[in-house]
Nanobody, 123 residues
Framework: VQLQASGGGLVQAGDSLRLSCAVS????????MGWFRQAPGGEREFVAA???????YYSESVKGRFTVSRDNAKNTVYLQMNTLKPEDTAVYYC??????????????????WGQGTQVTVSS
């Protein structure tokens, strides 16, 4: 399974970005998908997840600003990020949970990871 994250960039506070995560080697229709981020010197933290049937779940820090979605026909997951803040600056990773046990938020619970895409928000 390979995941390719894209869509990161340098934006100003208040701007929006949409990240994409294209998955190959496995159909995602029955898989839960997650987004994480890691700032320099920090741990990888949970951002959002979407269940195989489209139910979203968000961390408190992004709730109301970010929207996670999926297009199973394209085998792709998205993270729409609005009203970006400097503290959102990080490398963003998408991940696959192959366990089918329900949405999870710990990085170690995910089985496959993409390479990450850098998001930098200037003030």
């Amino acid at each position: 399974v390979q995941l390719q994250a894209s869509g990161g960039g340098l934006v100003q506070a208040g701007d929006s970005l949409r990240l994409s995560c294209a998955v190959s080697g496995r159909t995602i229709s029955m898989l839960d998908m997650g987004w994480f981020r890691q700032a320099p010197g920090g741990e990888r933290e949970f951002v959002a997840a979407v269940s195989w049937d489209g139910r979203p779940y968000y961390s408190e820090s992004v709730k109301g600003r970010f929207t996670v979605s999926r297009d199973n026909a394209k085998n792709t997951v998205y993270l729409q990020m609005n009203t970006l803040k400097p503290e959102d600056t990080a490398v963003y990773y998408c991940a696959v949970d192959d366990s089918q046990r329900g949405l999870v938020t710990k990085a170690y619970e995910y089985d496959y990871w993409g390479q990450g895409t850098q998001v930098t928000v200037s003030s």
